[in-house]
C-alpha cells in the first residue's frame, strides 16, 4: 500500500496508511490508544523523537513542520515500526495564523479532535553576539517562531481540546529560559516568554481539565547542538572540542542529554499519571541547574 497525498484548504497533507502485510506486536492496551497528538517540528531532532514515543504509546500523530517530505520519510518510518495506529502529515509555518488555523481544521477533520499538542519547533537565532550586535530582524524572527509560533498554535488548539473535556499542551522551553543566556538576548529571552506563556495557560486552562507545562532541555546531542558549538568555537577561538568539554563540565552529570530523555519526559506529562501536574518545568539538563 503506497502513501497518498492531498491538499486540503492549501496545506499539503501526507497520508501515510501502514503496511497490511508487516507482522508486529502490538501492546494490549496502549497508554494513549485513540489519542490525537499534534507534534511540530515534528520532522527531526527533539520532535522526531517526540512522535516516536507517542505512536509507541498509541497516540495518532500529527506530524507537522515545513519540510514536507521530511515529515513524510519520517512518518512513514513511525508507521511500519507502529502501524497499531494511524499519521497525518501537514506542512506549515506556525508563526502564520492561516496555516495554523488550516493544521487544526485538517487534524480536525481527519480524526475529529485533538488531546495533545507539543510544541517542539524553534529556531536557534544569533550566537555568542552581543545584544547590540542582533538586529531588530533577527529578534523578530526568533520571536515570531519561538514565541508567536507556540502562542498561535495554543490558540488555535484549545477550543478542540475544551470540547474534548481534558487534554494536555507541553511546550518545548529550555535552560536558555531559566536563567540569563550571555551572547543569547534573543534565544533566551524566546525561551523565558515561552515559560511564562505556559503558566498563564496553565491558570487559564485548569477548570477544563487541560494541563499545561513545559520541557527545559540543556545541550542536547544533534545537529543543532554542533551548530552551536561550531559557531560559538569559531567565535571565541577554542575547538569544538573545548566549547564540548566546556558544555559537559557544567553539569552534575559530566554530559549531554540525549533527545529520548527529553521525548521521556513529554511522555510522562502526556500520561494519565500527569493529570496534577499542571503550570510546571520539566528540567531535562544533566544537573545543569542546581
Given at each position: 500500500?503506497?502513501?497518498?497525498?492531498?491538499?486540503?484548504?492549501?496545506v499539503?497533507?501526507?497520508?501515510?496508511?501502514?503496511?497490511?502485510d508487516t507482522?508486529?506486536?502490538?501492546?494490549?492496551?496502549?497508554?494513549?490508544?485513540g489519542?490525537v497528538?499534534?507534534v511540530?517540528?515534528?520532522?527531526?531532532?527533539?520532535?522526531?523523537?517526540?512522535?516516536d514515543v507517542?505512536?509507541?504509546d498509541?497516540?495518532?500523530?500529527?506530524?507537522?513542520?515545513?519540510?514536507l517530505?521530511?515529515?513524510?520519510d519520517?512518518?512513514?518510518?513511525?508507521?511500519?515500526q507502529?502501524s497499531y495506529?494511524?499519521?497525518l502529515?501537514?506542512?506549515c509555518?506556525?508563526?502564520?495564523q492561516?496555516?495554523v488555523?488550516?493544521?487544526?481544521?485538517?487534524t480536525?477533520?481527519?480524526?475529529?479532535g485533538?488531546?495533545?499538542?507539543?510544541?517542539?519547533h524553534?529556531v536557534?537565532?544569533?550566537?555568542?553576539?552581543?545584544?547590540?550586535?542582533v538586529?531588530?530582524?533577527?529578534?523578530?524572527?526568533?520571536?515570531?517562531?519561538?514565541?508567536?509560533?507556540?502562542?498561535?498554535t495554543?490558540r488555535?488548539?484549545?477550543?478542540?481540546?475544551?470540547?474534548?473535556?481534558?487534554?494536555?499542551?507541553?511546550?518545548?522551553?529550555?535552560?536558555?529560559?531559566?536563567?540569563?543566556?550571555r551572547?543569547?538576548?534573543?534565544?533566551?529571552?524566546s525561551?523565558?516568554?515561552?515559560?511564562?506563556?505556559?503558566?498563564?495557560?496553565a491558570?487559564?486552562?485548569?477548570?477544563?481539565?487541560?494541563?499545561?507545562?513545559?520541557?527545559?532541555?540543556?545541550?542536547?546531542?544533534?545537529?543543532?547542538m554542533?551548530?552551536?558549538?561550531h559557531?560559538?568555537?569559531?567565535?571565541?577561538?577554542?575547538?569544538?572540542?573545548?566549547?564540548?568539554?566546556?558544555?559537559?563540565?557544567?553539569?552534575?552529570?559530566?554530559?549531554?542529554?540525549?533527545?529520548?530523555?527529553?521525548?521521556?519526559?513529554?511522555?510522562?506529562l502526556?500520561?494519565?499519571?500527569a493529570?496534577n501536574?499542571t503550570g510546571?518545568?520539566?528540567?531535562?539538563?544533566?544537573?545543569?541547574?542546581?
Amino acid at each position: 500500500m503506497s502513501p497518498c497525498s492531498l491538499q486540503f484548504n492549501g496545506v499539503m497533507i501526507d497520508e501515510t496508511p501502514s503496511s497490511d502485510d508487516t507482522p508486529q506486536w502490538v501492546p494490549q492496551s496502549p497508554p494513549l490508544a485513540g489519542r490525537v497528538a499534534v507534534v511540530t517540528g515534528a520532522a527531526k531532532g527533539l520532535g522526531a523523537a517526540i512522535t516516536d514515543v507517542l505512536a509507541r504509546d498509541g497516540a495518532h500523530v500529527v506530524f507537522v513542520g515545513r519540510d514536507l517530505d521530511a515529515l513524510r520519510d519520517h512518518a512513514a518510518s513511525i508507521d511500519r515500526q507502529y502501524s497499531y495506529r494511524e499519521s497525518l502529515t501537514v506542512g506549515c509555518d506556525v508563526s502564520d495564523q492561516a496555516e495554523v488555523d488550516r493544521l487544526l481544521s485538517a487534524t480536525i477533520d481527519r480524526f475529529d479532535g485533538i488531546d495533545i499538542l507539543v510544541n517542539a519547533h524553534g529556531v536557534i537565532g544569533p550566537i555568542e553576539t552581543h545584544a547590540q550586535d542582533v538586529t531588530p530582524e533577527q529578534f523578530r524572527e526568533v520571536f515570531e517562531v519561538n514565541v508567536l509560533g507556540v502562542f498561535l498554535t495554543c490558540r488555535a488548539a484549545i477550543p478542540h481540546l475544551i470540547r474534548r473535556g481534558a487534554g494536555r499542551i507541553v511546550n518545548i522551553a529550555g535552560t536558555s529560559g531559566l536563567r540569563g543566556y550571555r551572547n543569547r538576548v534573543s534565544y533566551s529571552s524566546s525561551k523565558w516568554a515561552v515559560r511564562g506563556l505556559t503558566r498563564t495557560l496553565a491558570l487559564e486552562l485548569g477548570p477544563y481539565g487541560i494541563t499545561v507545562n513545559t520541557v527545559c532541555p540543556h545541550v542536547t546531542h544533534g545537529r543543532r547542538m554542533d551548530t552551536i558549538v561550531h559557531e560559538k568555537a569559531r567565535k571565541i577561538g577554542k575547538t569544538p572540542e573545548e566549547v564540548y568539554q566546556d558544555f559537559t563540565s557544567q553539569t552534575a552529570l559530566g554530559r549531554f542529554i540525549e533527545d529520548i530523555d527529553v521525548a521521556a519526559a513529554v511522555a510522562y506529562l502526556v500520561s494519565d499519571g500527569a493529570r496534577n501536574v499542571t503550570g510546571h518545568d520539566i528540567v531535562v539538563d544533566a544537573g545543569w541547574d542546581v
